[in-house]
């Protein structure tokens, strides 16, 4: 009898226990050796691949698991190491791989960017460098690892050759189709070695086909699968795409491969589906459960969802998934003790995942009766009936915003002439982003306070002593807005998350961010409400020690959302409103305590742009809103900032503008200072800073590189807005260089104000 069967498009990396984390940052402070590091890493990798085998998976994907980033590997596979890095051929070696993501003393790390609409972050490949050459068949190692460790036939991961350029940059001279075409005959001989290894199926992903794809891009899409298909006979590709449905799948469905993944979670896939001709001989991979969020499944759902794809295709030519690769969601609900039950009994993560992944298709194969998938369903209708899901006066609240106007009454240009006065800054005022180092020791003292181990005075203490200290020092460096330092907060957005009505956190529901960098994102489960002041203590502190103006730190509304794990019950507009009327609390909290500064960070509003054009007007229209009301009440003197960092900002700089902030700092420097280009041709009138540090990198730059990146800045923004800041904050950097850098910048700062006194 013929059955559906089960696969997944990759697995979280870090272990259930950050272990991914702590060898990698263990190898890299060098606690340990290299084969220390490798075999450690090695007993993760074949642990995770084991639990999907024990979940009962059919196709065990094999090859995503890295070191650090899987855009990376498939860059150092073909030998795209950039010049800088004095490669000259072979096996990409592990410190020249670790080197390109993050710097070392001779080199500046190549760029990372947003994971399409995620917050995970990858490596961008350089191609203006080296021929690309195979150095290295990755998948077949990791495949015959499997094989020869787990008896597993996996089935390889491989990020396919179009969206792998499209993710790129520097092309050098040759175009993009070009570049594609250089790579055929690598990825060929990479298809044919895994053949005939005996793998079954080689999953190759295209997740740029859920955007806006051109006519060249399909044409090479096209002619890049039709090449495979002549070069690569043997080899069974299920081309995979996530995030959203494909806008054109026809086209899709007549490409030469013999498999398509489409997302039915994050699209329309099923109406579309059902008005395709679906080809007989062609296997749909159809991605049911949500790979990005954390909820509990409806399976009765998933089990008529798949009724109705099973009139379009048959059982042999289905394949069940989750939408996207797991990695986006925590491991396991195993070590969670603190949640509440009604909760705790309506999430899922990864292993959840895939155990809800087997049931249906135990269902669906007939093995197990259908009041099996009864038990998601419920535990979803009682989270739905529990109180905290609505709050009236939330709710009132909510529909009074909608009529009002969110817009300060001052217009921008005023209130800046109203600010200088008051504040007298010099020109090129300079600010760091917000956050200082956070040590070991205060990630160490963190702990034993919430275990606990020293009371809530020694706490506070503690974190005083840190603000003090850096204040001190802020002092001495002569920066013009002080910031408090953040040291009473584990990030940014779960600091906020345990603060506010209507979330819950997890104790180790951690997810990767880039690198060996985890987020541990708080989860939206009730409506959103503002319980009781949340930065003013420590800001006040903070204000308190010196003359200079202290710059209140808030997250703001759209990135707290995205950083979250929303609740999908409600519109995600209205979410966002609920959270940015929580926030306007808390500024207004600020501002009547005398906090004249106050920033309200959005270092997510790019990343949660939709994937399609069609639909940013609304996303953009709905986070400016959103933005604004969380500020709107504040008196024009009170300045307020916001902050962006770590996407290509050149297609949204007016609804940046939009935001109506008095001053906005973004991330140049990782960029590279491609960002400047946008000035060319939109003028910015309100306060502006351009990163001029790259904060990624313990790298030191020097004071004439920070010149340079002012002065390149000054050639298309006007010297009266702008600020000499870093690209973002300092958490992840230790002290020593911290006060180096700073101490460069301002100095950087000085110099050009003089210069500017002269001319
Ligand atoms: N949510 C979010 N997304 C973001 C960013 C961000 O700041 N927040 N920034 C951008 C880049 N992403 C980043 C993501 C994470 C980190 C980061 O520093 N993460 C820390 C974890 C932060 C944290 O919550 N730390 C806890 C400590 C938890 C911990 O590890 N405790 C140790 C013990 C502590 C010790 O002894 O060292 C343990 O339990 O074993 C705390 O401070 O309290 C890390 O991975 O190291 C930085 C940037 C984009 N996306
Ligand atoms: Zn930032």
């Given at each position: 009898m013929s059955s559906v069967r089960s696969s997944s498009l990759g697995f979280p990396r870090i272990g259930e226990q950050r272990e991914w984390k702590k060898n990698l940052e263990a190898y890299w402070n060098q606690k340990i050796s290299k084969e220390d590091y490798v075999t450690k890493q090695k007993a993760l990798r074949l642990e995770n691949l084991q639990k999907q085998k024990d979940a009962g998976l059919d196709l065990i994907p094999v090859g995503d698991f890295t070191h650090y980033d899987h855009v990376l590997d498939t860059a150092v596979a073909f030998g795209?190491?950039?010049?800088?890095?004095s490669y000259d051929g072979g096996e990409v070696d592990l410190d020249t791989y670790f080197a390109i993501a993050r710097g070392n003393d001779k080199a500046v790390a190549a760029e990372m960017t947003k994971?399409?609409?995620?917050n995970y972050h990858y490596i961008v490949p350089e191609l203006n460098g080296r021929e690309p050459?195979?150095?290295?068949n990755r998948w077949l190692t990791l495949i015959e690892e499997a094989k020869k460790e787990l008896h597993i036939v996996g089935k390889p991961v491989i990020l396919g050759p179009v969206t792998f350029v499209k993710l790129s940059k520097q092309y050098g001279n040759r175009s993009f189709v070009d570049h594609v075409r250089s790579l055929l005959p690598l990825y060929t001989t990479v298809l044919n070695e895994l053949a005939n290894a005996g793998v079954e199926w080689i999953q190759v992903d295209?997740?740029?086909?859920?955007?806006?794809?051109s006519d060249e891009e399909w044409s090479i899409i096209e002619e890049a699968y039709d090449w495979f298909a002549k070069s690569a006979p043997d080899a069974k590709i299920l081309l995979q795409t996530y995030f959203e449905g494909i806008g054109a799948l026809d086209r899709a469905t007549k490409?030469?491969?013999?498999g398509l993944g489409l997302d039915f979670v994050y699209s329309n896939s099923l109406e579309q589906l059902k008005g395709t001709d679906f080809p007989k001989d062609k296997t749909l991979a159809a991605?049911?459960?949500?790979?990005?969020?954390?909820w509990r499944t409806d399976l009765t759902e998933t089990h008529s969802i798949v009724k109705e794809i099973l009139t379009v295709v048959s059982e042999e030519q289905l394949i069940i998934q989750p939408s996207?690769?797991?990695?986006?969601?925590?491991?396991?609900?195993?070590?969670?003790?603190?949640?509440e039950s009604d909760l705790k009994a309506a999430l899922s993560f990864a292993e959840e995942k895939l155990t809800e992944l087997d049931q249906v298709k135990s269902v669906v194969n007939k093995e197990?009766?259908?009041?099996?998938?009864q038990a998601g369903k419920e535990a979803i209708e009682a989270l739905n009936q529990?109180?905290?899901?609505?709050?009236k006066e939330v709710r009132e609240a909510l529909e009074r915003s909608k009529k009002e106007?969110?817009?300060?009454?001052?217009?921008a240009n005023k209130r800046m002439e109203l600010q200088q006065e008051v504040?007298?800054?010099?020109?090129?005022p300079t600010t760091t982003i917000g956050s200082f180092p956070q040590s070991p020791e205060v990630r160490k003292t963190r702990l034993q306070w919430r275990r606990g181990e020293i009371s809530n005075e020694a706490y506070e203490a503690f974190i005083n002593a840190e603000i003090k200290r850096w204040i001190d020092i802020q002092e001495e460096i002569d920066l013009d807005v002080l910031v408090?330092?953040?040291?009473?907060?584990?990030?940014m957005v779960e600091f906020f998350g345990e603060k506010l009505g209507g979330f819950e956190f997890t104790s180790n529901g951690w997810v990767q961010s880039y690198g060996s960098r985890c987020v541990k994102p708080p989860i939206i489960y009730g409506d959103v409400y503002f319980?009781?002041?949340?930065?003013v203590k420590e800001t006040l502190y903070a204000q308190s020690l010196t003359e200079k103006p202290v710059k209140g730190m808030l997250t703001g509304p759209v990135t707290i959302y995205n950083w979250s794990f929303p609740?999908?019950?409600?519109?995600p507009g209205d979410v966002v409103n609920q959270i940015a009327l929580a926030l306007e609390k808390e500024v207004l909290a600020l501002e009547s305590a005398g906090i004249t500064v106050i920033q309200v960070d959005e270092p997510a509003l790019r990343e949660g742009?939709?994937?399609?054009?069609?639909?940013?007007t609304d996303y953009l229209n709905q986070s400016v809103v959103a933005f604004q009301l969380s500020v709107k009440?504040?008196?024009?003197?009170t300045q307020i900032h916001t902050h962006m960092c770590y996407s290509d900002f050149q297609d949204i700089i007016q609804a940046i503008d939009g935001l109506d902030a008095d001053v906005i700092s973004i991330e140049m420097s990782r960029s590279h200072?491609?960002?400047?280009?946008?000035?060319e041709d939109y003028t910015y009138s309100k306060g502006i800073g351009l990163g001029v540090?790259?904060?990624?990198?313990p790298r030191v730059p020097t004071e004439e590189e920070m010149e340079t990146s002012i002065n390149r800045a000054l050639q298309v923004l006007d010297q009266r807005i702008f600020w000499v800041n870093p690209?973002?904050?300092?958490?992840?950097?230790?002290e020593p260089e911290t006060v180096e850098a700073l101490k460069a910048m301002v100095k950087a700062a000085k110099n050009k104000r003089k210069e500017l006194l002269v001319k």
């Open positions: 795209l190491v950039p010049d800088r890095f994971w399409f609409d995620t050459e195979l150095v290295h295209e997740p740029i086909l859920v955007g806006d794809v490409l030469a491969v013999a991605g049911l459960i949500d790979g990005r969020n954390i996207c690769s797991l990695l986006h969601v925590p491991v396991t609900l195993k070590h969670e003790q603190k949640l197990n009766e259908p009041e099996r998938l529990s109180a905290s899901r609505t709050n106007d969110s817009k300060r009454e001052v217009p504040f007298q800054f010099p020109s090129l408090h330092g953040e040291f009473e907060r584990t990030d319980q009781e002041a949340m930065t609740r999908t019950d409600l519109q742009l939709p994937l399609k054009r069609s639909k940013w009440s504040v008196q024009p003197e200072g491609e960002l400047i280009t946008a000035f540090y790259d904060i990624h990198s690209d973002c904050g300092l958490k992840t950097r230790k």
